[in-house]
């Protein structure tokens, strides 16, 4: 979505295939004037071919309505063909930038659920390719059997308009009276759903607590409200489609008995009493296919509105000029970030400045702000307020797929994709198989990718489930690694790693050191920040220490309390509330 408005993405992919619609709408003027070939050939029958016994002309109007069946059949499977590919090039066009676009809400709102918002493509794509948009198509059309049961007998015409009138008027009716009840059961559905899966998600913990029975029953609750919502929109639509099912059997038998009276009084002939009853049917096929295709309308509705909300929501991704690769400054200014859809503060007013090629520590309490300092910094929580700085540009200034091809970042919870460890490692971009095996070895994890059945190219289910957490998190390191990054995030790297997994962390982090990578670590384990340049403590969102790791980890030591020994002093904090770069020791 880098060119224009977001917003404007959905009505572009529509714009693309506006040709497609226009030429399928004129398809239907034409498929629909064909249609009169069979009323007209039985008028011909009943009031020419019975009444002369002329075979000849028998034989020729047959053939002159066979040629005009056979063309509107052609032209039918034209337009059905133009709207497949239509919806090819709409898919196309929207389903990429709404890939994009759910990736990056999903990180300012990631329990919302956004995910389900690419299955609204799918939704207008059936739509835009389906028999509902046919149905709409003729639709309008349907104008000319409506005026020809006119010119048979106003009173064919009259009947024709109010049946078709009812039709639309009961469908309608359905829509308002189910609509609310509707949304309310899909809302409950979801969020029983939702809850569903939470818990076998933690199917262990269940199991060995006995916690089963209530959150059972509390599902239960949702599922249960969800049911009864869907039996009272179902109960109104019954209702109303009986209605609906009597007006269009009560309209086809009045019109033969409509016909028939005509005919007595001598009005009209037995031919355009037949001619009528299949022209009234005509009259009525488009709104009646209306009427069968509305939940798709509906559907379509709401995928469409769900669409524009969320672009309208996300705003703009403007087109960035590319920067060159970072050196891997980075500095923050007066940070103030808050989670997403919250205003409470979570980092207050961080300053401070990582040298390019720095092994920098960040240590503190539980919910002292650490993971959401490393998210500000590889943009994956936007900053309320203050900025983020690489190389001296801001974050928003940077492309963030370009930048991310020169960041390496390990969370707390690793995430393996489903593909093999080589494609996981290589980010899922072009394999350079020698990059991979390098990497790996200087991850440490070379011989445990060794030992799996089909070493690199074992495949890994969704999550990297069939791995043990210390595997996931050293193949997650290599994949950080991949790429020779300008700048690599470690989020408790060692929180599922046993010593070996602990030496060989430590020897990538001084390998990353040794090439010029800036490397921040977040850890409890004092002991992983040896060779450390640089140690930032955190405390309730506060930056309240930064230097040498000798002077910060001797103020923890010492016998005063942390918050008066860490207060920003001239020779920690600068005037400009930056942290001094430190002198690199020697070795």
């Known amino acids: 979505m880098s060119n224009g408005a977001t917003g404007s993405v959905l009505r572009d992919s529509l714009g693309a295939i506006r040709p497609v619609l226009s030429t399928v709408f004129v398809f239907a003027f034409f498929t629909n004037l064909l249609l009169f070939a069979a009323p007209l050939y039985m008028l011909q029958v009943y009031d020419r071919v019975l009444l002369s016994r002329n075979e000849a002309t028998l034989l020729g109007i047959t053939a002159i309505a066979a040629l005009a069946l056979a063309v509107y059949a052609l032209l039918e499977m034209l337009r059905s063909r133009l709207l497949v590919r239509g919806g090819v090039i709409f898919d196309r066009a929207v389903a990429g930038p709404v890939f994009a676009l759910v990736h990056r809400v999903s990180l300012l709102r990631p329990q919302a659920g956004q995910e389900t918002i690419l299955r609204d493509v799918n939704v207008l794509r059936e739509f835009l390719t389906g028999g509902a948009l046919l149905a709409l198509c003729d639709l309008p059309w349907a104008s000319l059997f409506l005026v020809a049961c006119f010119i048979l007998h106003p009173w064919f015409g009259w009947m024709a308009l109010i049946g078709g009138a009812t039709l639309l008027g009961l469908t309608l009716l359905t829509d308002l009276t189910t ?184 240590i503190g309490p539980s919910a002292a702000g650490k993971s959401t300092l490393v998210r500000a910094i590889t943009g994956i929580w936007p900053a309320a307020s203050g900025t983020v700085r690489i190389d001296g540009s801001d974050l928003r200034h940077w492309d963030p797929q370009a930048l991310g091809q020169h960041v390496g970042y390990l969370p707390q919870d690793v995430e393996l994709f489903d593909g093999t460890v080589a494609q996981n490692i290589a980010r899922f971009g072009p394999q350079d198989d020698a990059a991979i095996v390098s ?35 050293r193949i997650a390191l290599a994949r950080a690694m991949y790429g020779e990054p300008s700048l690599i995030v470690l989020d408790e790297p060692n929180a599922s790693l046993d010593q070996t997994g602990e030496t060989a962390l430590m020897e990538a982090m001084a390998d990353l050191r040794e090439r010029g990578t800036t490397v921040l670590v977040v850890t409890h384990k004092v002991g992983l920040l040896t060779g450390a340049d640089l140690i930032l403590m955190l405390e309730a969102g506060t930056l309240r220490a930064a230097g040498p790791p000798e002077q910060v980890l001797g103020q923890l030591a010492g016998p005063r309390p942390v918050p008066a020994l860490v207060k920003a002093s001239p020779t920690v904090l600068p005037e400009d509330r930056r942290v001094a770069e430190p002198q690199r020791s020697a070795g």
């Open 179 to 362: 609509r609310r009840p509707l949304d309310a059961a899909g809302h409950a559905a979801r969020e029983a759903g939702d809850r569903a899966r939470a818990t076998f998600r933690s199917g262990e913990v269940l199991r060995a607590m006995g916690m089963l029975g209530a959150l059972q029953a509390r599902w239960h609750r949702r599922h249960e409200e969800a049911i009864l919502l869907q039996a009272q929109a179902s109960d109104r639509a019954g209702l109303l489609a009986a209605a609906t099912k009597f007006a269009r059997m009560f309209l086809q038998t009045m019109v033969l008995g409509l016909g028939a009276y005509l005919a007595i009084h001598r009005e009209i002939s037995a031919g355009s009493m037949i001619a009528a009853s299949i022209i009234m049917g005509r009259t009525l096929a488009p709104i009646e296919a209306v009427v069968g295709h509305w939940k798709s309308f509906t559907a379509a509705r709401s995928s469409y509105a769900r669409l524009t909300d969320l672009m309208s929501r996300a705003g703009s991704e403007p087109e960035r000029v590319a920067l060159p690769r970072p050196r891997g400054l980075i500095e923050t200014d007066n940070l103030v970030v808050t989670a997403p859809g919250s205003t409470k503060a979570i980092l207050h007013d961080v300053s401070l400045r990582l040298p390019p090629g720095s092994l920098v520590g960040l």
């Open 439 to 473: 990497v790996a070895q200087r991850a440490g994890c070379h011989d445990l990718i060794q030992a799996l059945p089909d070493g690199y190219n074992t495949r890994l289910g969704t999550g990297g489930h069939g791995l043990s957490g210390g595997q996931r998190q």
